[in-house]
């Protein structure tokens, strides 16, 4: 097994040498990409796939970059892609490896509108806690683990969602907003703000969050609102700040729809 290592705003060196040291690879090439990543810097790296096994490192929003490139490329379907991610607190996917972990962990506890969905669970893919033994493990099986046809999310805006995706206020707290998921209301009226979160089960979760007024001193965050789920959500809304998984868009936005393709990619996962 020879792999192509794509390391997008993360350094490759530590990811390269534990995939240079699993059993059955022969060979690992890097390609360095800055992030983001689009077309100028993805396309020559994919040209040069070549029957190997594809193996991503970086943040979710980065592994999205390349799953963007590959479905325009029309790859996405029958190319493996074998994924690393270096933050699990950022990327919320607590059910990667991630690369950090020799890194001091806050005491804080993480917030619940920030922490990560159980969406990849039916990969099989590990967490771990000690930075030498579950690079280790990412490295095995982003190396020699098994494709498995995973559902991919989308937008009407040529974009790919792996966790979740942020909406509030582009000027203030207060956001103007219609959403539906499928057919349920979910939003009418002046809201905080909105989630939209990949499940692993087919649907997607849309979660309002309320209007910021008062709430219980020593609380840390503002209660949240019901969840509805649906395999599309619809979205039309004043200026609104859009956050896809941790990346923030640079301008407002004012509609955005997402939905699930059943199977639309092939993740590779523990064997």
């Known amino acids: 097994m020879n792999v192509l290592l794509v390391a997008i705003g993360t350094a490759p060196g530590p ?25 100028d810097e993805l396309d020559p790296v994919l040209d040069a796939v070549a029957g190997r096994r594809l193996v991503v490192a970086g943040s979710a929003a980065a592994v999205g970059d390349v799953l963007t490139r590959l479905r325009r490329r029309d790859e996405l379907a029958a190319t493996p892609v074998g994924v690393i991610l270096p933050d699990r607190r950022r990327a919320g996917l607590g059910l990667l490896p991630r690369l950090d972990s020799h890194r001091p962990r806050s005491s804080a506890p993480e917030p619940a509108e920030m922490a990560g969905p159980a969406g990849l669970a039916a990969t099989g893919l590990p967490a771990t806690g000690l930075a030498a033994t579950g690079l280790a493990a990412a490295a095995r099986t982003a190396a020699t683990g098994i494709p498995r046809p995973v559902d991919l999310v989308r937008d009407d805006h040529g974009g790919v969602l792996l966790d979740r995706a942020e909406l509030a ?21 002046e809201v905080g703000g909105l989630a939209v979160v990949r499940t692993g089960a087919g649907v997607l979760r849309a979660q309002v969050r309320p209007v910021r007024r008062w ?57």
């Open 15 to 39: 990811v390269a040498d534990a995939l240079g040291e699993v059993a059955g690879v022969r060979g690992v090439e890097v390609a360095a990409v800055p992030e983001p990543a689009g077309r």
């Open 169 to 189: 206020g582009w000027h203030g707290r207060r956001l103007g907003m219609r959403a539906y998921a499928d057919d349920t209301r979910v939003a009418e009226g």
């Open 215 to 271: 709430w219980a001193a020593g609380r840390s965050r503002p209660p949240r609102g019901p969840a509805t789920a649906g395999r599309a959500v619809q979205v039309s809304c004043g200026d609104a700040r859009l956050t896809v998984d941790g990346r923030a868009h640079p301008r407002p936005i004012t509609r955005r729809t997402w939905w699930v393709e059943p199977a639309g990619w092939l993740l590779v996962s523990q064997a």
